[in-house]
């Protein structure tokens, strides 16, 4: 699923579960591996913020 030698953390796994209900409810199968880059650089942007703004890491567990 992921790309190799990058490990899927939680939040990728959480943008994963809610493009898949999206694309249910809309009547439409989304396939997150297709969309796999786009979301790790939102993920990505996610976790700066995060750390801009409270200056604390994020544990890599919840995102890497």
Same mark, same amino acid.
């Given at each position: ?32 591996? *297709?969309? =796999?880059?786009?979301? #790790? &650089?939102? %993920?990505? *942007?996610? =976790?700066?913020?995060? #750390? &801009?703004? %409270?200056? *604390? ?8």
């Amino acid at each position: 699923m992921s790309a190799p030698g990058q490990k899927e953390d939680f939040l990728d796994k959480a943008v994963d579960a809610v493009e898949k209900k999206a694309g249910q409810a809309s009547g439409h199968n989304v396939d997150p591996a *297709k969309y =796999r880059e786009k979301n #790790e &650089k939102f %993920t990505d *942007k996610l =976790r700066g913020l995060f #750390e &801009k703004k %409270t200056g *604390k890491k994020v544990p890599e567990k919840v995102s890497n």
